[in-house]
């Protein structure tokens, strides 16, 4: 009983500690009472201050400019920082030109266009200058080497020669195959004792992420076995003053981060650039350890950082909550749902969905589910490697954007804590803050502070004055909402439109496919024709000398021979359907779309313009019924009789379909006089 209660206090500590725990920032000693920390336990996100609260959408960190000093910052007048920046602008090319540029010249410049999986240089010409990278910008920098396998274990990754900062690089490109994305889920810990033995660091009692272990493992064994690195490092190399850089993005940076530790007992100097590093490295002791030689790069939102282990038990756990708060009935919830909220009436409108913490009701069955469902899952990493948490290696730069525009100028540099990065972030934005290629743009833009701008504000997005006022009033501004299928941003007419419009294209395509469009009128029995098929006759009863005295029409259609010659008309109404088929798709799309977003005037004028063609196409495939064989004369045993054609089940269809797409046209014209010029 003793022991229960001390792993029952034990887990209420660990949950207390990792969903519950406050943002945390570095201030001067002393004057930590000044500063305030924002907890995300309550889910409204909101500091309340006398008059107003603050408040910043997608992101765990709010800083006031009452909240920075000098040292947090990446300062103009530090050379430190400044060379730190720089260097991390040179090498972020690297990390991004691995994924393509630099894959597409080995292949077809250097390869000649093989198939060759490694690039080798003989270890006699690594010396020259050889092999120059210029074509895809980097003017001075020599390839010595490139492997491009990749498999469960292997990792494509390059060693280069950088004459214009005086390194040797060492690049591993990130995740861009199915392989590599089951090497990221490998997130369990994994000891690094054997490791250390072998490579000179003390790895006991340290753990890394197992996927990326085995890729830097990969690595150092192929470096051993091709030798180019020992060969550039030799005696009598012009480079063996140089200093080692590794550097990657996504999974490349957490294998490169890996590797830089295996190679520091040889390489002492070397350092590592790791952009966009997933968030489940190093333990924590260990991630303080490496920040000697490891910086790491997290760009605002961006989900990989975040992504550990521990992060998903917290969203696990925070979703479990949060439906135990839910105070209205799930569908209505649901429907509300459906119209994403403005920060500024987040607060408001969570209020009238969720209850206070403190008035869930422990004693319900679902609620006691929960909790015996966390207390397993506690149990069980506790019992497990997992109860070792793995963090962001090194020292860690965050890019914060904060004018929210996602302008590369915009963006300013901060050191950040690890532990800042504990909880998954739900943003807009977590997805495309991840992009290798518009890092290299911010890099390029950034700009430290200036001696002159101590006082910082560091807001991400959108940073509001909140007036408590404001919360009675609850307007949606339907330009800020965000993607959301069928929140009807335009209303609902749009919906129903989309959904006639479906129904029009369908019907337009059934009635045209069939081989009962028209009904053609002879001496013989009438004979449904189609645009692409058509029926025969069929002998269904025979004379004593084999006449055939009793036809019917096949219930089977079939396609026109290919000798067979279609009229002008047939040929036309063909055209006509194809047209109205692919302006139907193009306007439905748009339909469609206009239940998720809003459309502006000038989109919907278009919109109309594709309808009515639409409409128009659809109409014009009925020329089929005036086919010239229709009018045509037939001998028949010195009689003459006409041949004619009338409209059967797909011409009528047709009708239907060409009427409903002219009232979709007409509604969508309605929409365009009430949208917005833009």
């Known amino acids: 009983m003793k022991d229960k209660n001390l792993r029952d206090r034990l887990y209420k500590e660990s949950i207390d500690n990792t969903s519950s725990s406050p943002i945390k920032t570095n201030f001067p000693d002393g004057d930590e009472e000044n500063h305030k920390k924002l907890s995300m336990n309550d889910t409204s996100n909101e500091i309340e201050s006398n008059k107003f609260r603050t408040s910043r959408r997608n992101t765990l960190l709010i800083l006031n400019q009452n909240h920075i000093s000098e040292h947090e910052l990446l300062l103009e007048s530090n050379s430190s920082d400044a060379s730190l920046m720089q260097n991390a602008a040179h090498f972020v090319k690297y990390a991004s030109y691995i994924y393509l540029k630099l894959r597409n010249t080995v292949v077809e410049t250097f390869l000649s266009g093989s198939e060759g999986s490694c690039f080798t240089r003989p270890l006699d010409t690594l010396f020259r200058r050889e092999f120059n990278l210029a ?42 195959s199915l392989e590599d994305l089951v090497m990221d889920l490998q997130f369990i810990p994994f000891s690094l004792e054997k490791v250390g033995n072998v490579c000179g660091f003390e790895g006991k009692g340290h753990w890394c992420h197992q996927g990326f272990l085995t890729r830097s493992k990969w690595i150092y064994n192929d470096i051993q076995k091709n030798q180019t690195l020992k060969t550039l490092y030799s005696d009598r190399s012009p480079f063996k003053d140089f200093p080692l850089v590794l550097c990657g993005h996504s999974l490349g940076a957490g294998v490169a981060s890996i590797l830089a530790l295996m190679l520091r007992s040889k390489f002492p100097s070397l350092k590592c650039f790791a952009y966009e590093v997933p968030g489940c490295i190093f333990d924590e002791d260990l991630c303080k350890k490496t920040e000697e030689f490891i910086v790491s790069f997290v760009r605002n939102d961006d989900l990989v950082p975040r992504l550990s282990h521990h992060n998903f038990e917290t969203v696990r756990e925070k979703f479990c909550d949060v439906l135990a708060r839910i105070k209205v009935p799930k569908i209505k919830l649901f429907f509300d749902l459906r119209v994403p909220c403005e920060d500024v009436h987040l607060a408001h409108r969570n209020a009238k969905v969720l209850k206070p913490e403190k008035d869930i009701r422990r004693d319900t069955q679902f609620y006691q589910r929960v909790e015996k469902l966390k207390l397993e899952r506690f149990e069980k990493n506790l019992a497990g490697v997992n109860k070792f948490q793995l963090f962001i290696p090194g020292r860690i730069i965050h890019l914060v954007d904060t004018k929210g525009n996602n302008s590369s100028e915009d963006y300013v540099p901060y050191y950040a804590h690890r532990k800042d990065f504990n909880q998954v972030v739900i943003s807009k934005r977590m997805l495309s803050d991840h992009d290798i290629h518009f890092l290299i743009d911010i890099f390029r833009d950034i700009r430290l502070v200036g001696p002159h701008s101590n006082n910082v504000s560091l807001i991400s997005h959108d940073f509001h004055q909140i007036f408590l006022e404001d919360d009675e009033n609850e307007a949606i501004e339907p330009d800020t909402r965000l993607f959301f299928c069928c929140s009807n941003p335009n209303g609902k007419l749009p919906l129903v439109l989309a959904s006639i419009a479906a129904m029009a294209w369908s019907l337009g395509a059934y009635g045209s496919s069939g081989c009962d469009f028209i009904t053609f009128h002879s001496v013989l029995p009438e004979l449904p024709l189609g645009l692409y098929s058509y029926a025969l006759y069929e002998c269904t009863q025979l004379d004593a000398n084999n006449t055939c005295v009793s036809i019917e029409i096949s219930e089977q259609c079939f396609a026109y021979p290919p000798h067979y010659e279609a009229s002008p008309q047939l040929q036309a109404s063909r055209g006509f359907a194809a047209l109205g088929k692919v302006f139907g798709v193009l306007a439905l799309t748009m339909l469609w779309v206009s239940t998720c977003f809003v459309i502006q005037r000038r989109s919907w004028i278009v919109a109309c313009i594709m309808l009515l063609l639409t409409s128009l196409f659809q109409g014009l495939v009925l020329v089929f019924v005036r086919d010239s064989d229709c009018r045509d004369s037939v001998d028949v045993d010195d009689d003459f009789f006409i041949t004619s054609c009338s409209m059967n089940t797909g011409a009528m269809i047709t009708i239907v379909s ?8 007409v509604g969508a014209i309605r929409l365009a006089r009430m949208a917005k010029p833009g």
Request: hydrophobic content about 50%; proline content about 2%; glycine content about 6%.
């Open 658 to 665: 060409t009427c409903l797409w002219f009232v979709v046209a």
């Open 135 to 176: 074509d895809i910008g980097l003017e001075k920098t020599s390839l010595c080497y490139m492997n491009l396998v990749n498999g469960i274990i292997a990792t494509p990754y390059a060693i280069m020669v950088d004459d214009e900062v005086n390194k040797v690089v060492i690049v591993v490109r990130g995740t861009r």
